[in-house]
């Protein structure tokens, strides 16, 4: 039997999906997942090096669904 990487069957979003994040509580920008490790997600912005790890609360499928997010909580 051949076994591949682990997936993480709980997690909401995959390694390469573009999702967003809103930073300092007001910016959304779009970000990469290059990896996902004990409920973390390592992310990291499509022009910039380096990467940081964020837990799947602060990412979002849509930049609507990250709008809406910041509007309903001012």
């Not at 007001?26 to 964020?54: D, H, L, M």
Request: cysteine-free.
């Amino acid at each position: 039997i051949l076994l591949s990487k682990a997936v993480n069957i709980m997690a909401k979003f995959n390694v390469g999906d573009k999702v967003y994040i809103i930073e300092n509580g007001i910016f959304i920008k779009e970000v990469i997942i290059i990896k996902i490790a004990g409920g973390f997600y390592t992310i990291k912005k499509p022009k910039e090096n380096g990467a940081y790890r964020v837990k799947e609360g602060r990412l979002f499928s849509t930049e609507l669904e990250a709008s809406s997010y910041i509007k309903n909580n001012r």
